[in-house]
């Protein structure tokens, strides 16, 4: 019998976008100033495109996840990015084979 899987608290993070000046830093930011604790970070420039996955820890947040996906997202936006905030759950069961 196998025991269920506890419900993880970490999300996946994904920004897509012209490379330009303090990405990086305005997300890292971002999820600072909410308590987010960025737990692996991955990045790199295809031609002129920036993208970068990172997975964070939502346990010490003191923002709920959507409304860390809508102000990443609006806020990306504005910056000429893509930025979207999946629960880690949602994506694993959206990405299983």
Known sequence: MTMP???SN???ITVIGRDQIGIIAWVSGRL???QVN???ISQTILDEFFTMIMIVDLEPATI???GLAQTLEQEG???GLQV???HEDIFR???RI
Do not use: S, T
């Open 77 to 79: 936006n504005e910056k």
């Open 5 to 7: 899987r506890e419900e």
């Open 84 to 86: 979207k905030v999946q």
């Open 32 to 34: 600072a100033d909410c």
């Open 93 to 95: 069961f959206m990405h």
């Open 38 to 40: 960025v737990l692996d």
């Open 64 to 66: 709920e996840i959507d």
């Open 10 to 12: 970490r999300a996946i």
